[in-house]
């Protein structure tokens, strides 16, 4: 098991020095990957904004196919997704986890702080991305290393936390849980215009279409309705 505690220098590692701290941390293929890229000290790795996006450009080259194969999981649409259990010390990751859910688990008081910070961390995320958008969330991301996740890892955040709004589905648990977290009992709301020219659309995730005038069950709209796999059946 590797120490936990950080030299004092680290941010001024530069090549064997550097590479080998990264091997200590995470393995042998965070290095091949940061050697291929030419990060070849803390400093630049830290300016870095994403060391995996290079899984998604199309080369040809030995070395890259090669690390691509070890650290990336192929899908039969030829895409390549990255592995993590590929791309981290097995056995560090094992011991450390191990130790870290023994001491929250003996200290309440820390379990729910990590709980506490946990969803404030993710609320946090989401509603920067709901209230800047893509561009302005993109901007503090790439300017702040480290302090938000990439848009992929925030679209996967978002559709875990059911957060994405769907179709004459409608969510009064939820409702109502957020209510009596704030301490409410009235809410009002309007309707939602923002679709200027009205059409048909796709949604890949439930496999259905929106935009039509949806039927309703007494007086409530029956969600998914559309849900066809056949153009001529629509």
């Known amino acids: 098991m590797m ?4 030299t004092d220098n680290v941010f001024s590692f530069k090549n064997d020095e550097f590479f080998g701290f990264i091997h200590t941390l995470v393995g042998q293929q965070i ?7 030419s990060i070849t000290s803390t400093q630049s790795l830290i300016r870095y904004p994403n060391i995996f996006d290079i899984f998604n450009m199309k080369c040809s080259e030995h070395d890259f ?3 691509r194969k070890t650290s990336c999981l192929e899908l039969d649409d030829g895409q390549f997704i990255q592995e993590q259990n590929k ?25 729910n702080l990590v709980l506490w910070y946990q969803r404030i961390g993710s609320e946090g995320v989401t509603n920067t991305n709901k209230n800047g958008g893509k561009l302005t969330y993109e901007f503090i991301r790439l300017n ?9 890892m925030l679209s996967t955040l978002i559709l875990n ?13 939820q409702l109502q849980k957020h209510f009596k977290n704030l301490n409410l009992q009235y809410a009002f709301g309007s309707e939602d215009a923002t679709g200027v020219i009205k059409k048909i659309k796709y949604d ?9 005038p949806t039927p309703l069950d007494h007086g409530v709209p029956i969600k998914e309705y559309y ?6 059946t629509l």
């Open 227 to 232: 849900h066809t796999d056949s153009l001529d």
């Open 144 to 152: 702040t290393p480290g302090s938000l996740p990439s848009l992929t």
């Open 65 to 67: 196919l090669s690390i």
């Open 161 to 173: 936390s059911n957060l994405k709004i769907s179709e004459a589905k409608f969510r009064f648990d």
């Open 31 to 37: 290095v091949d990957i940061l050697k291929f890229q």
């Open 204 to 212: 890949s995730i439930t496999n259905k279409f929106i935009g039509f």
């Open 87 to 111: 791309i981290s010390d097995d056995n560090y990751m094992d011991v450390d986890s191990n130790l870290t859910f023994d001491l929250i688990n003996k200290n309440p008081l820390l379990k």
């Open 3 to 6: 120490d936990d505690t950080m």
